[in-house]
């Protein structure tokens, strides 16, 4: 079990995330990247890995460790930024993000070495798999935790819903949903292109227990990650900013998948250092 981080350890572990995500989105040139999905999860991610989750990179196949599955797996900068802050992924790895033969591409695929467990592209697909995750381990007797995040626009697909419905029928309380609820999607405003709110009723109706957060505010993190429920899953509805951090990019659709020039690269580290 690693040491956890307090609040401020993980603010600033946030920080460091974003500019490092930010280097390699600059470094894929033309290929571009997710930015604006990844920076709306910063401090969820930082969150889990600096303190929640049971995971020990010197373990990485430890049978009773917890599962991560980002079902937005677009917004992978923000698990290979989090796990390189906790000794999964080395500085070089990261350099080598979007490369002709890395591991490390614009999708995560499967790597338990490297604390991947999960291949993402197509959304909907993801919080299946977690509730198979979590049945197992709830059918074998152990303690480990499965925490899903899942993007507002992907709610779409009524793949989840069956989901979420089979994770409240077997009472799967070793079962976290994170929302990150930017309420922007590839194709516009999620209230425009399919509006899917009042999200914490739908989730209340379907038998979990919900709770809504200001996802970039780590106490409120802290606080409701320690929260436990008897006999249904957890949903945490994180509401948030895509492209959180960077002005000229909160809340614009384009950057959720776009190229940095020199220009707009050096702006926004020095937006994110604060200078």
Known sequence: MKQKRDKIE??????????????????SGKKGAHLGPAFSCMEIMATLYGNIMNIDPENPK????DRFVSSKAHSVLT???ALNEIGFISEEELDT?????????GHPIIDLEHGMEYTGGSLGMALSVGVGMALDAKLKGRKNKVY???????LDEG???EAIMSAAQFKLNNLVI??????LQYDGPTSEI?????????????????????????AELLDVFNRFTKDCPHVIIARTIKGKGVSFMENIREWHHSSLSQRQYEQAVEEVRGE
Do not use: P
Request: glycine share 8%; aromatic share 10%.
């Open 79 to 81: 698990q290979y930024t």
């Open 10 to 27: 993980i603010d600033a572990m946030a920080k460091r995330m974003r500019l490092k995500a930010l280097d390699m989105a600059f470094r």
């Open 148 to 154: 899903i995040l899942v993007g507002d626009g992907e």
């Open 194 to 218: 399919m509006n899917i709110d009042n999200l914490q009723n739908k989730f209340d109706a379907f038998n979990c227990k919900t709770s809504v957060v200001d996802g970039h505010n780590t």
């Open 62 to 65: 430890d049978v009773n460790r």
């Open 159 to 161: 793949s989840n819903w």
């Open 178 to 183: 994170i929302v990150d609820k930017n309420g």
């Open 97 to 105: 993000f979007q490369e002709n033969g890395t591991k490390f591409g």
